[in-house]
């Protein structure tokens, strides 16, 4: 299986650059993954989409305003490092620019001496990691000085950090949203609770893998970086319970699936856990956790349109995105949205 078979070409236009003003006003097509049929709505019309005793599952991270910017000990150089995931207290994983200028015992200072990072390894790819010293609580200095870690092919401003995280967002710890969640507003989760349908929370901390391409032109070579996750137990009962009954698990987002699965592959079933998981999921894979997906339009050549490919086939979606080209839908992160049923 080759990379370059998830490929398409999309317009520079079609990539969103900024959210629009109601979250739920987004595009929604939907995709019959048994028969292929498409219908083109909005996402406000996913209640109707959704069957009374579904059970609805939301990552509920909370993205890091962890873009910082600062200057180099003893030099003008100015570096950049995004925050990754904290290895232990005050230990950092961070992906650095320009990565050539940090080595171990580089001392890096943010704002008015807010921060001070200290190199203690240099990995692969840009990759180093830092002991950070501050005064106060880490979480309130970045609230401060960061800035939310939008992806490179956003090039606007993010006005209001908060249209980068969902309405339920909670446990912090991701370098990227789940983007997904975004379209949901409190007003369609309590339309959607009050059809009966449930509604649960795991957590999965989006990182570095979000922000790398599949590089290799055979998809099998590719290597996931691993992401820490959560499960609950009382997560856990009502996901049984819906497995029981033949009721639908849906997914909302490519997050909340890898942590299904990953949880049903080792376990046999849901189960209160934490773990991290570095799941690959591309054409070929069996779902054992999740019978349909609320996601957004991917990348071309990406790790998450593969994992599409295997819910759906890979002609589908190639079928489905072309038609949403087509159509003028906004394409990742601030972009439309897609249901695959």
């Known amino acids: 299986m080759k990379t370059d078979d998830f490929d398409f070409n999309l317009p520079e236009h ?47 991270t909370k993205v890091l305003p962890a873009r910082l910017y600062g200057i180099k000990n003893g030099t003008d150089a100015h570096i950049e490092i995004l925050m990754l995931k904290e290895i232990e207290k005050d230990m950092w994983e961070c992906l650095v620019k320009p990565a050539k200028r940090v080595k171990i015992g580089t001392k890096i200072t943010f704002g008015n001496h807010d921060i001070e990072a200290i190199c203690i390894s240099e990995g692969l790819e840009g990759i180093r990691t830092f002991k950070l010293n501050y005064i106060g609580i880490l979480y309130e200095v970045l609230d401060r000085l960061g800035e939310m ?61 979000t922000f790398r391409p599949v590089n290799v032109s055979d998809v099998t ?28 698990i849906i997914s909302v987002g490519t997050t909340s699936t890898r942590t299904l699965e990953t949880i049903m592959n080792l376990y046999g079933c849901f189960k209160e856990c934490s773990g991290w998981t570095d799941i690959f999921i591309y054409p070929g894979y069996q779902f054992k956790a999740i019978n349909a997906l609320i996601t957004n339009f991917h990348l071309p050549k990406s790790t998450l349109v593969m994992l599409v490919s295997a819910l759906a086939s890979r002609e589908m979606i190639m079928n489905a995105y072309n038609e949403a080209i087509k159509k003028g839908y906004r394409f990742f992160s601030f972009g439309d949205s897609m249901f695959i049923k």
């Open 14 to 60: 079609l990539i969103a650059q900024a959210p629009l003003d109601k979250r739920d006003n987004s595009k929604l097509l939907a995709l019959d993954k048994v028969t292929g049929e498409i219908e083109h709505k909005h996402f406000y019309d996913i209640i109707d989409l959704l069957n009374e005793n579904d059970v609805l599952v939301l990552n509920d």
């Open 149 to 209: 870690p939008l992806p490179p092919y956003i090039h606007e401003k993010l006005h209001d950090k908060n249209r980068y995280q969902t309405v339920y967002a909670k446990t912090q710890g991701s370098a990227a949203a789940p983007t997904a969640g975004l379209h949901f507003t409190e007003e369609l989760l309590e339309k959607i609770k009050n059809k009966g349908i449930k509604i649960e929370y795991i957590t999965l901390h989006v990182g570095l893998g």
């Open 221 to 248: 070579k590719h290597k996931m970086h691993s992401e820490f996750y959560m499960m609950s137990d009382e997560t856990a009962k009502v996901l049984n319970e819906a497995k029981k009954n033949n009721n639908r």
